[in-house]
Nanobody
Framework: QVQLVESGGGLVQPGGSLRLSCVLS????????MAWHRQAPGKQRELVAE???????MYADSVKGRFTISRANAQSTVYLQMNSLEPEDTAVYLC?????????WGQGTQVTVSS
């Protein structure tokens, strides 16, 4: 069974930065489309950014120019660099790995943006 473990969340002031990491184990990360989603209290889960196995990226309009998704296949890790954070970015951030009919999720890491 594929496992995803996120880390890097925390409390940060508006305008600050965080880098989230997601480690995939028990499979080969280069095969998967990797994505970061987030879920804020009372809101639907939303796709934040994704990166294909070929390295193509896509971002939600709300994070374009501020967030960057990247992958390090040799380390079985996908990253989400988040800059210029805003209170509206507060949410649980979840890592997702997809390959055909297979779809895996991590437990999430909390990001809180507050002064």
């Amino acid at each position: 069974q594929v496992q995803l473990v996120e880390s890097g969340g925390g409390l940060v002031q508006p305008g600050g930065s965080l880098r989230l990491s997601c480690v995939l184990s028990r499979s080969i990360i280069s095969l998967y489309r990797m994505a970061w989603h987030r879920q804020a209290p009372g809101k639907q889960r939303e796709l934040v950014a994704e990166i294909t196995s070929g390295g193509s990226t896509m971002y939600a309009d709300s994070v374009k120019g501020r967030f960057t998704i990247s992958r390090a296949n040799a380390q079985s890790t996908v990253y989400l660099q988040m800059n210029s954070l805003e209170p509206e970015d507060t949410a649980v951030y979840l890592c997702n790995a997809a390959l055909g009919k297979f779809d895996y999720w991590g437990q999430g890491t909390q990001v809180t943006v507050s002064s």
